[in-house]
């Protein structure tokens, strides 16, 4: 691409603007948000940005909570995790479900 430098007005060769686009399948996000559970799990996986994984989502009409919903059966296999609460806060649930 040739553009016009600002400084002295001749012209410049550029080889493009910003960074490239990740370009990750849909169904490549899908398999690893299926397998995890989390959407910052299968960021990680695929080295790539939370933000990322739910704009992939959103411009295929699908919603991140869907897929994890789906991945999840109603009848699995999970156990409570006790966490620590501060005495007497009833804002604080204390439980984290962790799926087997």
């Known amino acids: 691409m040739i553009v016009e430098c600002p400084y ?7 080889n493009g603007f910003g960074r490239r686009p990740l370009n990750i ?7 690893a948000l299926h397998q995890h559970h989390s959407v ?4 990680r996986e695929l080295g790539c ?3 990322y994984i739910y ?3 959103k411009d295929s009409g699908l919603k ?4 994890i919903k ?5 009848g699995a296999a999970y156990r409570l995790h ?13 439980i984290d479900i962790i799926y087997l």
């Open 8 to 14: 002295c007005g001749k012209p410049v060769v550029v």
């Open 49 to 51: 940005s939370r933000g």
């Open 40 to 43: 910052t799990a299968a960021a």
């Open 25 to 31: 399948p849909v169904n490549k996000v899908y398999d």
């Open 82 to 94: 006790k966490a620590q609460t501060r005495p007497n806060n009833p804002s604080d649930k204390g």
């Open 55 to 57: 704009k992939i989502f």
């Open 64 to 67: 991140a909570e869907d897929v």
């Open 70 to 74: 789906e991945a999840t059966p109603p």
